[in-house]
């Protein structure tokens, strides 16, 4: 395997670790807890891992003996840096508890342990990947462990491997089916525990408990040094709108965070449009008036963060893109695209249908064309960086002929997601997913199922940390999922009352006018600690540092 | 102004440079110079400046005294990384050879000259521009300076200013530009002197004497970190083929120093693909063999690097552009989209129709629609990306009829270009711009006028560097533009007999095969020389030294 120059020197950082997971160590085990919401129905669902308590580690003078034991690892859903990291803890953990304990790692995601799938992993091959982006070592994929006769194929291999805990490292579904596994291991007695550790790009898995999930800060830090080389290219030419669009469907953690860092011009969130009521017009008249008042000042320029789930947050279009999968579901699929649309615009709701006939055509015609395996529209497949150019344009055009205009209007676009899910981690995430993962091998010594890995008060110097537990079950709540109702993990969406988002809506009219970018520039992770181990500014506003 | 951390630790980087610039210094002068072709036509268009020996700095031991100067600076063209740089490393050599000596900057570009925009740039202002990325302390702009009433407007301002010499940081054709005042000024004896300093991102002006042009380190490191991070991607998930545009429309200088860092599946070179007069079904075959291969090994995914400027290079495509713009010349403006298609298919050569026939719907569209200010098709319009996707999907889709290809194939795309013009420059472009800045001081001083800044031997440690000038006649050649003979600064093509593309080309095959892809991750600033100075795999194999 070829290797950069980066990767070797990186493969010899020592991630910092809480101090409490560093010597000898008990846990700490607080009051029984509850779900968030819909106890009784939690409760009842989940009889064996329900009402557990936090734990949490503390130091300690005694050292206490494990037994060797077999560890099996999987990978869950969209890649997110730091995923190695929490192997490589997980592997140290276990090693530290008994020189004799295994790691096996699951192959492409949680269809390695159906289809029975797997390798072992071996120092030699845990040291390659040591602080390094990607899910390769063992891959990952998204087959949704949720069947019982998956389970019973799972523990099939897991009793034949002789393993005692298997650690699911994913996003908030994947550790709702951790949740389902364990309490169906428990229930059956086999003596499996499961682990979960929190992990999305998107930031959407946090509570109380769970500051953050790993790899938002890498990806947001990635993100931010591109948005700021746009903005410090835009601000030097002078004739570009630069409309980016930032990865995050369900929530727009990402875009909040990358706007704090960068301080575009404009910013969309998605849960604050959907909060307003907003429609599309709304949103296109509000970025019009904001580059037709630039412009009077002779500032035909500007930086537009977009998240990339917009369009579904907007109820208007939700309304349209419900009643648009009602029709394609009939039967018109042998309709020409022209008599489609021509069929459409006849038979929508006038309200829907004069959404529909004021979208660009090309948006139109995707909507009428492109559907999924289930007959519904691909709200994913809509450029909405272009959508908005193309509306803003016409916007302005109009406003020009009212003379309310005076500048012009020329746009690129931009749309980033892949290019950071696989960067190597930042030291926060090297140091939080090492945490993670050893975190996760001490739940598994102390026989603990059902629980996350827990590692909290991350804003301060990592040997302040605090590692230890917490019972999944104690942030699920009851949601209809496709039409039935679901235990799941509540999704945190950006709140609107809470300080990230706060301080965003108290600068964004400052921002908006007098150009005051900032350039956050690549990560480091040599340089001064002020440069290399900083929290994003959600994490920083959210505790109260900032 | 907000900075971010790096901003703030990164202000004090001091830019290294060549050792002769440290302290005394005097100049060694070589033998008189020719172009490098048509040297008649160069030495009658300049007589004044044609002909001049390349000059050297050399340490001396004794202190020479410069009376002070005024010097104006202009940014010609597009940003590239460490164009702040030259000017803080123009503005302390002046003031090195004189304290009183003072900097102006006219603003937005060769127009600030002619229009009497500018400001002068004090020690304040250049102290907050050190070591960042961007043109915003004065701006750039895309005026060419070519007329003799411009020049005549531009004397006015700097015999106004009492400015001694004027420097032009710019691409090959700002310095040629460059060239034609200096002889103009000479030759009207204004005493004004004329530097140019050379600036690319595109790598396309360098020859014996200039060894790379400043910017192609830090954007070719910005698109290598990126694509790195998605191959990581890639081959995590494994299960997209991504196609990767780069910026780069007359040359593939960035493709191919991207290519040899990060060793992606598939590289096309422009250069190439003309050499071996390829048309757009051999480049579209040769992908999808790839492809196919890898798909026996069940490997569906790869990432594919692939220049801006492709399709002007595919000499069937040019024909069919070319054929494309004498139709559109004609006045069939008021035609319908599809009745303008439908004239186009049958009035073209057969060869061509069958070509705009075999395009995707969507390029045929844009290929008849948009057209530029001089009637012409506007082929950057063309997302060569998206339209390699669709017929490579055809074309697969094809080969799995004839059970040719077993695969599935999902591609995604991306283009990266305003990502990294404005990057914070490298540590190699932060050193590299100083010193030439640095020199521009320096031949100021010594009274040249028609010169580049030159600093040579880069691949040593900077204090080895050679710093100088070179009389820019030297590069000239005659070529015709817009059907006219001109004078003009050689382009520098990838030479497909050099070490950087023989070397690409003999790793080529077993990287389509083997997926050996190399993590370059983001510039380092802070770390080990190993991982923070490295100059360009391309400058490094050039010089025999990889």
Redesign the interface.
């Known amino acids: 395997?070829?290797?950069?120059?980066?990767?070797i020197?990186?493969a010899g950082y020592k991630a910092k670790m809480p101090k409490a997971l560093t010597g000898n160590l008990t846990i700490k085990e607080g009051d029984p807890t509850q779900s968030v919401a819909d106890h009784d129905d939690i409760r009842h669902l989940f009889p064996n891992t329900y009402g557990m308590p936090i734990v949490t580690f503390v130091e300690s003078s005694e050292e206490k003996k494990y037994p060797a034991m077999n560890v099996g690892v999987i990978l869950s859903g969209?890649?997110a840096p730091g995923g190695h990291n929490v192997i490589a803890g997980l592997f140290d953990g276990i090693k530290r508890l008994n020189k004799g304990s295994r790691l096996f790692g699951f192959l492409?995601g949680p269809g390695g342990l159906i289809e029975h799938n797997y390798m072992e992993l071996t120092a030699e091959i845990i040291d390659e990947y040591r602080n390094?982006?990607?899910?390769?070592i063992i891959?990952?994929g998204r087959t949704k462990l949720e069947k019982k006769d998956q389970f019973d194929k799972g523990l099939e291999i897991l009793k034949k491997l002789d393993i005692k805990a298997l650690v699911i490292i994913g996003g908030d579904d994947s550790n709702t089916n951790a949740c389902v596994l364990a309490e169906y291991y428990k229930h059956k007695n086999t003596g499996i525990q499961v682990i979960g550790c929190p992990k999305t790009i998107d930031g959407d898995l946090k509570n109380e408990m769970i500051e953050t999930s790993f790899g938002f800060d890498t990806a947001c830090k990635?993100y931010s040094?591109?948005i700021?080389?746009?903005e410090?290219?835009c601000?030097?030419?002078?004739k570009y709108w630069?409309f980016i669009k930032l990865m995050g469907r369900s929530a727009s953690h990402i875009t909040l965070e990358c706007a704090l860092?960068t301080?575009p011009n404009i910013c969309l969130i998605s849960e604050e449009v959907e909060a307003k009521k907003q429609t599309l017009d709304d949103v296109v008249n509000y970025i019009a008036d904001i580059i037709a008042k630039r412009a009077e000042n002779g500032d035909n320029f500007g930086t537009i963060l977009i998240p990339e789930g917009l369009v579904e947050f907007i109820p208007a279009m939700k309304n349209l893109i419900t009643e648009l999968n009602d029709f394609l579901a009939e039967n018109i699929e042998e309709f020409s695209l022209i008599k489609k649309i021509k069929y459409l615009t006849e038979k929508l709701k006038p309200e829907n249908a004069a959404i529909y006939a004021s979208l660009p055509e090309n948006v139109a015609r995707q909507l009428a064309m492109d559907r999924d395996p289930h007959g519904n529209v691909q709200v994913s497949l809509i450029e909405t960086d272009k959508l908005l150019i193309e509306m803003v344009g016409r916007r302005l055009d109009h406003m020009k002929n009212e003379h309310r205009y005076v500048g012009k209007f020329s746009a690129?676009s931009?749309f980033f997601g892949?290019?950071?899910?696989?960067?190597?981690p930042s030291n926060y995430d090297a140091d939080y997913c090492y945490s993670l993962g050893y975190a996760a091998a001490i739940l598994i010594g102390e026989g603990k199922t059902g629980y996350m890995a827990s590692v909290r008060n991350t804003t301060a110097p990592a040997d302040e940390w605090i590692a230890g537990g917490v019972p999944i079950t104690m942030m699920m709540n009851m949601e209809r999922r496709h039409g039935e109702l679901k235990p799941v993990i509540q999704k945190a969406l950006v709140d609107l009352n809470a300080a990230p988002f706060k301080k965003f809506a108290a600068d964004r009219n400052t921002w908006a006018m007098k150009t005051?970018f900032?350039?956050?520039?690549?990560?480091?992770?040599?340089?001064?600690t002020?440069?290399c181990d900083?929290p994003t500014k959600t994490l920083l506003l959210e505790q109260g540092v900032e």
């Open positions: 395997m070829a290797k950069s120059a980066l990767q020197a990186r969209g890649q492409l390094t982006g990607g899910f390769d891959g990952s990635v040094e591109l700021g080389n746009i410090r290219d601000n030097s030419s002078r630069h860092q301080q690129q931009h892949y290019e950071g899910r696989c960067a190597a005051d900032v350039y956050p520039g690549p990560i480091q992770y040599f340089g001064p002020e440069v900083q």
